[in-house]
């Protein structure tokens, strides 16, 4: 009897459109993860500011963001060479959003 209850529960759950894709793995726009597009935000908003000016060569994309995370995390945080200058800096909610998205791209090599 509670078998049957909670597959009830369940399918009720389920036809009701509750949106079970809540975790790092949803994807977004362009078919990249939540996580992705938050890192990419960071990256947009804190490094592509200079690189677009400075080094053109090395602007972040969704395309090019994971093949890049090595050197992103050697320059951010082993050498802390980056972001450079006094003006722009990290928030510590946004180190660990790189952190996180970093340890997802680690863990598929």
């Excluded at 093949?67 to 800096?89: E, N």
Aim: charged share 20%.
């Amino acid at each position: 009897m509670r078998t049957h209850s909670i597959v009830t529960m369940l399918l009720l759950v389920v036809s009701s459109g509750y949106p079970f894709q809540t975790n790092h793995a949803a994807t977004g726009p362009g078919n990249i993860t939540k996580l992705q597009q938050t890192a990419l935000s960071v990256l947009t908003q804190k490094c592509n500011v200079c690189h677009r000016t400075n080094n053109p060569g090395k602007v972040f994309t969704a395309d090019n963001m994971e093949s890049l995370a090595p050197k992103i995390y050697k320059q951010v945080f082993v050498k802390r060479r980056m972001p450079k200058g006094r003006d722009i800096k990290l928030t510590v909610e946004e180190e660990q959003q790189l952190r996180d998205w970093l340890d997802t791209v680690a863990r598929h090599e």
